[in-house]
């Protein structure tokens, strides 16, 4: 359990980002940290923290560009691939509105 941890708290983690709810996605990430203090030492965790701040910003291109980075060294498998498209999505609906 230890080892498949980081796994399960970075799916959680997209979950959360796909609903767009920004402070519970925050919230999630935080108590991550608490449940496993060694999380904060993993691509998983800057990932997530990475995807948390450009979604933030609306960076639509500098998600994409973290995603690819990511993929390079770990690959997404098309249950996350599939979630974070979407995630993707919202922030170009976003940047859309305010165009």
Known sequence: MKYSVKDYFLKAGICHLATADLVSSQRALEKYRDQDPTFTSTREH????????????????????????YDR??????WK???????????????????
Do not use: H, N, P
């Open 73 to 78: 060294m770990s690959k997404l498998d098309s």
């Open 46 to 69: 800057q990932l997530l923290v990475d995807l948390y701040e450009t979604i933030s910003a609306g960076e639509q291109e500098k998600f994409a560009d973290t995603l690819f980075a």
């Open 81 to 99: 691939t599939t979630l974070l498209l979407r995630i993707k999505s919202q922030i170009e609906e976003v940047d859309d509105g305010f165009a």
